[in-house]
């Protein structure tokens, strides 16, 4: 299990990296017939939208850490290593939507000079449920934040009214709901924990998750 998680987080970024590679070459090669530009994007709100392209498959990251950690034989809670991976796979195919939306504006899909993955986020030893939940809403709350920047960047400046509106309608939508759903799982967990922690979190694992 572990093996194969982390050769599915070594697989994003090399499919992210080949991507932008491929779309350069196909950039310069359209150069050498004459440049094109449309829909551009000014400095400020592109390097937001880039900044953001990272930051989502980071998050990826982190949550398929989580998965991988309760998929453990050792803890073994499958409701949460499910929830994990689903987590993990959204915020890729965010990531990979955004990606989608540089390269219709004409952009390139990550900003190569600073593209970089974050492999370092650990697991705290001793991790529950709650806990890891805990963390999740704090790392949506940190995406959120991050998001309502790249809003800001981008309407000040050249006002890209279009990007703004996108990620306020797609993106924001989502993460408020996805925040409140994991302060609904968090309040419940801690009232079913109350009286007998152990039992439980396997009976919300089952029955929640």
Known sequence: MMKSIFFGVVAIAVA????????????????????????GIDDQCLTALHRQINKEFDASIVYLKYAAYF??????????????????????????????YALMRGQGPVDKASFNLDYTYQV??????????RAALKKEEEVTHSIRGVIKACEEGSNDFHLADYLTGEYLDEQHKGQRELAEKIVTLSKMKKSAPKLGEFLFDKSHM
């Open 16 to 39: 992210i990296l080949s991507f932008s590679q491929e779309t350069a070459q196909a950039q310069e090669q359209a150069g050498a017939t004459g440049d094109y530009k449309w829909n």
């Open 71 to 100: 998929a453990q034989e050792k803890v073994n809670l499958p409701g949460f290593e499910k929830f994990f991976f689903h987590a993990a796979g959204e915020e890729r195919e965010h990531g990979i939507k955004l990606i989608e």
């Open 124 to 133: 705290p030893p001793g991790t529950d449920g709650e806990s890891a939940l």
